[in-house]
């Protein structure tokens, strides 16, 4: 956001202590931070793909299919161990996740629009943030946007302002 929207406060804080200037949630900068590298995008175009982001305090996925953004899901790092995380995005890529299942799991929620058949089982899984070794055991992919990780929000970041 140039100006973020009232309700987030948090990033209309940032703005005000860096003086101005784009802000984005890091959950949407995570996302895009993966889409910077040219193989994921161009995959994410043809067949569905999950792009989660494991940070600290925050799990945040993502479905991705031609463009859009087909489903959300984010939960409490720490609530979450690894047979739980497998079995919630198992189930989120297939659409069967849903909000009360995740909140009553005492996470945030998730969202997931109609998957298109086309777009696959959503099987190609990107994972980025500082606590992604939680899937270090599972068929993922560690991408490095702009070569390292740890700076997908900043290369995010400027996939958004591309876009916009």
């Known amino acids: 956001y140039q100006t973020p929207p009232p309700e987030l406060t948090r990033l209309q804080d940032l703005q005000d202590c860096i ?7 890091t959950g949407a900068a995570a996302v895009l931070g993966a889409l910077f590298v040219p193989e994921i995008e161009t995959l994410s175009m ?16 993502f479905l991705l299919f031609a463009g859009r953004i087909l489903g959300v899901f984010e939960h409490h790092t720490g609530m ?12 989120f890529r297939r659409g069967e996740l849903t909000f009360d299942t995740v909140f009553a799991d005492r996470g945030h929620g998730c969202l997931t629009l109609d998957l298109p058949t086309q777009a696959g089982d959503f099987s190609p899984t ?13 068929d993922v992919s560690f991408p490095a946007p702009g070569g390292d990780m740890m700076l997908a ?9 591309a876009l916009s």
């Open 19 to 25: 003086g101005g200037g784009p802000v984005a949630d």
């Open 46 to 61: 043809t067949r569905g793909i999950t792009v989660v982001n494991l940070g600290n305090s925050h799990t945040v996925a």
């Open 80 to 91: 979450l161990d690894d047979a739980a995380l497998e079995t919630h995005l198992a189930r």
């Open 126 to 138: 990107f994972v980025l943030g500082p606590q992604r070794n939680l899937l270090a055991q599972h």
């Open 153 to 161: 929000g900043c290369f995010g970041l400027m996939k958004g302002l």
